[in-house]
């Protein structure tokens, strides 16, 4: 067996769209201080008494609708993802998909890794843009099972890829090719994840990753005067970063735009917040304020490209923890 290993790590989902499944999911993903700050003494019997219980019967009803024979889109397409990134590496490393919220667990797939005999350990979070919530999240796991399994191996942890170039090009390419099928769009929008405004003003560079992001592919695709970047998924009262998508759209449809396409750049794979937030319902806002035509451009899932990417992002930490 190779001695590099890979643990390709997703944020998670609960198992099935029952509502106890997603109500264990949710709360080991609201339980993580990285998402929620706010003091452990407040805000876990708020979380466990009043905010699941309120919450996993609607979330249960947002998964059923997108739910595939497979599994969650997420765990499908991530799987896949997976068995072709390992395919395309062959002899040169060993792959476990890993979830940081759910299963399969970081700490499972750390201890398939270990006692298949690797020695050097490349961490690969699937989150282009780094954020405090999300890859950071994912190495603080990473670190304390390390610890806790008493292991000590070479490691390279990926910060972040949104500014390979690969990436950006793959992106262009998709919008490239949904265009080229569906036609070209009055705006496109680049919805990204929202993360509250404050960890930006603490350092997180997020949102300054995200307009590199779409500044990058606009510039590819040549259409820099009708791309919008915008933030999804917010919650609570505080600001996050801004402008909120559903926003834009709903104001984009009641100026007289008729026809806009969405992407989300930010999410490796297809998921609720694309397939059922986006796709869904910002398409009944959309036409429901006056827009005609909206369509959602998928992600990048386990496309040949994306495989390669990622392959090739493995290959240069293989490179780098060979070099030590």
């Known amino acids: 067996m190779p001695e590099n290993g890979v643990l390709l790590v997703n944020l998670g989902t609960p198992e099935t769209f029952k509502s106890s499944h997603v109500g264990r999911f949710l709360t080991e993903f609201l339980s993580d201080p990285r998402v929620v700050e706010l003091p452990r003494w407040f805000w876990l019997p708020l979380l466990k008494l009043v905010i699941i219980p309120l919450r996993k019967g609607r979330t249960a009803g947002a998964y059923e609708k997108i739910w595939m024979d497979g599994g969650s889109p997420l765990m499908v397409y991530s799987r896949a993802l997976c068995d072709g990134v390992s395919e395309q590496l062959g002899d040169r490393a060993q792959i476990q998909l890993a979830m940081r919220y759910g299963s399969p667990g970081i700490a499972e797939g750390l201890t398939a890794l270990r006692d298949n005999g690797v020695s050097r350990l490349i961490i690969l979070p699937m989150y282009p843009q780094y954020s405090v919530t999300t890859t950071a999240s994912v190495n603080d796991a990473v670190t304390a099972a390390l610890t806790d399994m008493n292991w000590n191996p070479r490691?390279?942890?990926?910060?972040?890829?949104?500014?390979?170039?690969?990436?950006?090009?793959?992106?262009?390419?998709?919008?490239?090719?949904?265009?080229?099928?569906?036609?070209?769009?009055?705006?496109?929008?680049?919805?990204?994840?929202?993360?509250?405004?404050?960890?930006?003003?603490?350092?997180?560079?997020?949102?300054?990753?995200?307009?590199?992001?779409?500044?990058?592919?606009?510039?590819?695709?040549?259409?820099?005067?009708?791309?919008?970047?915008?933030?999804?998924?917010?919650?609570?009262?505080?600001?996050?970063?801004?402008?909120?998508?559903?926003?834009?759209?709903?104001?984009?449809?009641?100026?007289?735009?008729?026809?806009?396409?969405?992407?989300?750049?930010?999410?490796?794979?297809?998921?609720?917040?694309?397939?059922?937030?986006?796709?869904?319902?910002?398409?009944?806002?959309?036409?429901?304020?006056?827009?005609?035509?909206?369509?959602?451009?998928?992600?990048?899932?386990d496309s040949d490209a994306h495989i390669s990417l990622l392959a090739s992002i493995v290959e240069q930490k293989i490179t780098a923890l060979s070099g030590h």
Not at 159 to 176: E, F, L, M, N
Not at 253 to 258: C, I, N
């Open 155 to 301: 490691v390279e942890f990926v910060r972040q890829y949104h500014d390979k170039p690969g990436w950006v090009h793959s992106i262009a390419t998709t919008i490239r090719n949904f265009e080229q099928l569906h036609g070209p769009a009055d705006r496109i929008l680049f919805s990204m994840h929202g993360v509250p405004r404050r960890l930006v003003e603490a350092g997180d560079p997020y949102e300054q990753q995200c307009e590199q992001s779409v500044n990058a592919i606009a510039e590819v695709l040549k259409m820099k005067d009708k791309c919008l970047l915008t933030y999804q998924s917010r919650v609570g009262r505080e600001p996050w970063l801004q402008p909120y998508t559903d926003e834009v759209i709903r104001e984009l449809g009641e100026s007289g735009v008729k026809h806009i396409q969405v992407i989300s750049p930010g999410f490796s794979v297809d998921c609720l917040e694309t397939l059922e937030e986006i796709a869904i319902r910002y398409r009944e806002l959309f036409l429901q304020a006056g827009g005609e035509r909206f369509e959602y451009i998928p992600a990048l899932n």
